[in-house]
Nanobody, 117 residues
Framework: QVQLVESGGGLVQPGGSLRPSCAASGSIFSIYKIYDMGWYRRAPAKQRELVATITSGGRGKYIDSVKGRFTISRDNAKNTVYLQMDSLKPEDTAVYYC????????WGKGTLVTISS
């Protein structure tokens, strides 16, 4: 059974930080380390977007709106990907998901990140 389990979201004030994580398991992730992995988000009334990618070689790529504030990392021994989010803004409010890049058909439930004072 393929699973992607996100955790670590929450409610923080603008300027705060969060570090969600995502654990992958199942047959397609038996060779997890070869996949590029990404964090996606879906904000209210918006389409899901790819926010950050980490290549199999460990290189991070980001959309312009999070560059310099978000850092993606991975632990291949744990099949886990992380997203360090600093200097959070209200517009970062969304449900955050992880998946391969490009995405597989398997999506987790996501983790809700709410930025509000």
């Amino acid at each position: 059974q393929v699973q992607l389990v996100e955790s670590g979201g929450g409610l923080v004030q603008p300027g705060g930080s969060l570090r969600p994580s995502c654990a992958a398991s199942g047959s397609i992730f038996s060779i997890y380390k070869i996949y590029d992995m990404g964090w996606y988000r879906r904000a209210p009334a918006k389409q899901r977007e790819l926010v950050a990618t980490i290549t199999s070689g460990g290189r991070g790529k980001y959309i312009d709106s999070v560059k310099g504030r978000f850092t993606i990392s991975r632990d291949n021994a744990k099949n886990t990907v992380y997203l360090q989010m600093d200097s959070l803004k209200p517009e970062d409010t969304a449900v955050y998901y992880c998946n391969t890049v490009p995405p597989s058909d398997y999506w987790g439930k996501g983790t809700l990140v709410t930025i509000s004072s």
